[in-house]
């Protein structure tokens, strides 16, 4: 479809998805199978507390999406929490927002090459990584440039067998504990015993550190706010995204916390005594809970799991990528513009492509970090839109039933992240806030001494 404007011909981005599309998406996004990666890391940072720290970041993962569902009804752009502050709170603001929000949407298909190229060295340690590196971005950046349906249908069986890979590996811990035990030999006198509430809570347990476990996860969720990027490609937009973005967070906690409570009474002490290398936990989980040949198994399918992570990802900052260049905040032409023949941002996907491809110098532990400074200040200037929009600029604050979505809803997701902030890396925090002085400096480059608002898009130009 094109719209003629004169002498020029326009293409836009195309509604071809629906609910379950949606939602395929955003669970390979999240790619469930994250949660053998991130457990030894949770693991030591929660004192032994993975499935508590789940349930905190799903909680603010939770009210969060509810934030995002009332700004897609108001504003159903796929500029996600970018338009939202910039509609809502100011055009600078937004752009800042934004900005962040990269650390989080541009390093996602990062991660995923890195987690492929870790399982790939695992099983092929001859091979150079780069060999890996170039091969996974190619693969990721094909499959982007046919199209967000042709994305979703390449997740839809991929989604499927790692939901039963994981269902499979916790029944098979879920027999080990049963018959009594676990990774240290007997469970007689282990610290956690079958159906305990102690890998929950127990007299150890610290408030600071199972938020900062907590926070960490963000990462594991990172996905589920990416869907309102897909805004102008959904069908009902503002009935069909909010509850799909709803259900992937809550679908992708359940998981999470159901898995990790197996888990953290198979593992309960130090992750450090059972893995090799805790920031990259999946390969020692697998071997010792289902021997040599289930490791191998699954790492084989592990690979294409994160590959389908990735390419939800390359999709999600690419419409971002998009929508600020459609305003006008980046270069207009280059990250504007959309394919006449699939309509996909094609540059912003080869974009993405060339970034991820530094993937080869990174390490995993750096980029989550920094991931999740993007993604806790996207989840802030959401719920605080919430608030400016409906509560503050319209004044939806004369009946409790407003003043319960626009107001209390939004102030418990914001402090709910706020907490999050308080325990957020040293890493995370010193190279987002660099990252953030780039954004101000170019801002203010783009303003004009910041006399002037960013620029916005006119829907009917």
Known sequence: MTIN????????????????????IGLAYIQPMTLFDTFGLVSEESHFHVPTSYIIALVAILLTSISYGHMIRRYPSSGSSYTYAQKSIHPNVGFMVGWSSWLDYLLSPMVNIILAVIYLEALFPEVNHWVWVIALTAIMTAVNLRGARFVANFNSLIVFVQLAVIAYFVWMVYQLLASGVNADGSLVDAKYQLWSLEPFWNEMTSIGALVTGATLLCFSFTGFDSLSSLAEETKDTEKTLPRAIFMTALLAGVIFIISTYFMQIYFPNDPKTYFEDIAATQ????LAVGGAAFKT?????????????????????????????????????IFGH???KNFTPSYNILIVGAVALTAGFMDLDIVISMISFGALTAFTFVNLSVISRYALRDGRTKNI?????????????????????????????????????????????????FRYPAPQHNEHE
């Open 5 to 24: 404007t004169g002498t020029q011909s326009t293409a836009k981005l195309q509604k071809t998805l629906g609910f379950w599309h949606i939602i395929i």
């Open 401 to 449: 039933k407003d003043i319960i979505n626009f107001i209390i809803i939004p102030l418990l997701g914001f402090f709910s992240i706020f907490a999050m902030w308080l325990e957020i890396e040293e890493t995370a925090l010193k190279w987002g806030l660099w990252w953030a002085m780039f954004g101000i400096m170019y801002l203010g480059y783009k303003t004009k001494g």
């Open 338 to 340: 959309i394919s006449p």
């Open 297 to 333: 198994v699954v790492l084989y399918f592990a690979i294409v799991t994160v590959m389908a992570s990735g390419i939800s990802a390359h999709a999600g900052v690419s419409r971002l990528m998009y929508v600020m260049g459609r305003d006008g905040v980046i270069n207009k032409k």
């Open 283 to 286: 390969p020692d989980i697998l």
